[in-house]
């Protein structure tokens, strides 16, 4: 739980940084990108300065999550399906029978299985719609409404 907290939170710091710029930017990228202007001799403006600080910020925070991941994994001990079976491991045999089994046997046997196997299945999915019909509806008959009043009122003000 912990750790989709932390993983959940690996880009916003990039979301501030763009609130910030938002918020502060114009009253400090302008003379930032004028005296950069000045000291490499290329033509830099503040929208310039927004891309390449936002673009800078997502790159270091795909790198370090990225860093992290793989820190990550090399601490944890995974569990992983074992590749090699035991040495006392017996597979489970196969009944071979050269006498077939009388019917009625074989029905029952196959009823046992099918209940058996009934009985282990889940539940089939349910379908829930995200949104509720009433509302689709309405909406919908809404958008008409409106639709149509604004064509009328289109209508009305162009022959004005």
Do not use: C, Y
Not at 26 to 52: D, E, K, R
Not at 132 to 154: D, H, N, T
Request: glycine letters at 8%; hydrophobic letters at 45%; a neutral charge.
């Amino acid at each position: 739980m912990e750790d989709n907290r932390r993983s959940g939170n690996a880009f916003s710091w990039v979301g501030w940084l763009v609130f910030f710029l938002l918020i502060f930017g114009s009253s400090f990228l302008p003379p930032l990108a004028h005296w950069l202007s000045q000291q490499t001799g290329v033509s830099i403006t503040p929208s310039m300065l927004i891309a390449a600080i936002i673009g800078g910020g997502v790159l270091i925070s795909i790198a370090s999550s990225v860093i992290q991941a793989v820190n990550q994994g090399r601490d944890s001990n995974e569990t992983r399906l074992p590749t090699e079976l035991p040495p006392d491991f017996q597979a489970p045999s196969l009944p071979t029978s050269s006498t077939p089994l009388p019917s009625s046997t074989l029905s029952e046997a196959k009823l046992k299985q099918r209940a058996l196997g009934e009985q282990k299945l889940p539940p089939p999915p349910q379908f829930e719609p995200i949104i509720s019909p009433r509302i689709l509806a309405f909406g919908i008959v809404g958008l008409i409404v409106f639709g149509g009043l604004f064509g009328i009122l289109f209508l009305v003000a162009s022959a004005i």
